[in-house]
């Protein structure tokens, strides 16, 4: 699954890297384990170099209540920015301006952590009350650059997941990297028919939905005990929903071994790839989770 809108986690690998070292202060030097400050140095450099002479670089958060404010304040200290909520910023006259003890001060980029449909109330989410009306203008008026700009999250959706190979073959004239889910999006009828054939060893899920594999209370494994009355309807079902829908190869989670009551056992593991762009290309975290 892909996080583009606003990914979390490289702060708490930071994290995680600081206290490890803290902890096994003695073997973790000789380990020879790659370390992480030339990933977050490369990071900042690209953000100087977008933000404007003379003008704030800060971190968009949606506050205390977030889960995962805890990395925003722990990066935004780490790497020297200034940490905001979207009542303190203001747009005059297209530009975004940063409250402060001493007046008003120019605000140049703006690293966002909120989901795209929250930042600016005046022209997305009406209800946002954590966002800064204004801000889409003074993005669109070029006065303000936005790392993970709105819109961004539209990658997250499963239904690209099926498009993903045969964009990389056609922007790139490569495969992908890193091959991803198996996907098939039902509202083609070739791809609807081999779903409906190979449902018993398929998630089915809806096409639009941005959560990460496994996670959604939606999904439909047809063939498991718990959904045997999907299977009798699952053609129709496909049939009539099939442009809301795609169905996802059911992989097997990677396992990772873990000491308990006295042995090795496998535990669910899960790896998370950092990647940010830079004026050198992407930049991947090497030695991260």
């Known amino acids: 699954g892909d996080r583009t809108q606003a990914p979390s986690g490289s702060g708490f690998a930071l994290e995680n890297r600081m206290a490890t070292t803290r902890i096994f202060s003695d073997p973790f030097p000789r380990a020879n384990v790659r370390r992480l400050a030339g990933f977050f140095r490369a990071f900042r450099t690209a953000m100087v170099d977008l933000s404007g002479e003379g003008r704030r670089m800060a971190i968009l958060t949606p506050g205390p209540n977030?889960?995962?404010?805890?990395?925003?304040?722990?990066?935004?200290?780490?790497?020297?920015?200034?940490?905001?909520?979207?009542?303190?910023?203001?747009?005059?006259?297209?530009?975004?301006?940063?409250?402060?003890?001493?007046?008003?001060?120019?605000?140049?980029?703006?690293?966002?952590?909120?989901?795209?449909?929250?930042?600016?109330?005046?022209?997305?989410?009406?209800?946002?009350?954590?966002g800064t009306p204004g801000l889409i203008g003074a993005l669109r008026q070029g006065n303000l650059t936005l790392i993970n700009a709105?819109?961004?999250?539209?990658?997250?959706?499963?239904?690209?997941?099926?498009?993903?190979?045969?964009?990389?073959?056609?922007?790139?004239?490569?495969?992908?990297?890193?091959?991803?889910?198996?996907?098939?999006?039902?509202?083609q009828p070739k791809e609807q028919a081999f779903v409906t054939e190979h449902a018993n060893r398929m998630m089915i899920g809806r096409a639009l939905d941005t959560s990460l594999p496994f996670a959604a209370v939606q999904d439909r494994i047809p063939g498991r005990a718990d959904h045997d009355a999907t299977q009798a309807a699952l053609p129709q079902w496909l049939a009539a929903q099939g442009r809301s829908l795609v169905g996802q190869e059911a992989v097997t989670l990677s396992t990772t071994p873990a000491w308990s009551n006295g042995q090795l056992v496998p535990r669910p593991m899960t790896i998370r790839v950092f990647a940010a762009r830079t004026p050198q290309g992407w930049r991947f975290m090497k030695g991260g989770y």
């Open 150 to 187: 709105p819109g961004t999250g539209i990658l997250e959706t499963r239904a690209f997941m099926a498009f993903y190979p045969r964009i990389a073959q056609t922007l790139l004239g490569e495969p992908l990297k890193m091959a991803n889910i198996a996907t098939w999006w039902c509202g």
């Open 66 to 130: 977030n889960d995962t404010y805890f990395e925003h304040t722990y990066i935004a200290r780490y790497l020297g920015l200034t940490l905001l909520e979207g009542e303190d910023l203001i747009v005059e006259n297209g530009q975004a301006m940063v409250r402060t003890v001493r007046g008003l001060e120019p605000l140049g980029l703006l690293w966002r952590r909120i989901d795209g449909e929250f930042c600016d109330p005046l022209e997305l989410n009406e209800a946002s009350q954590i």
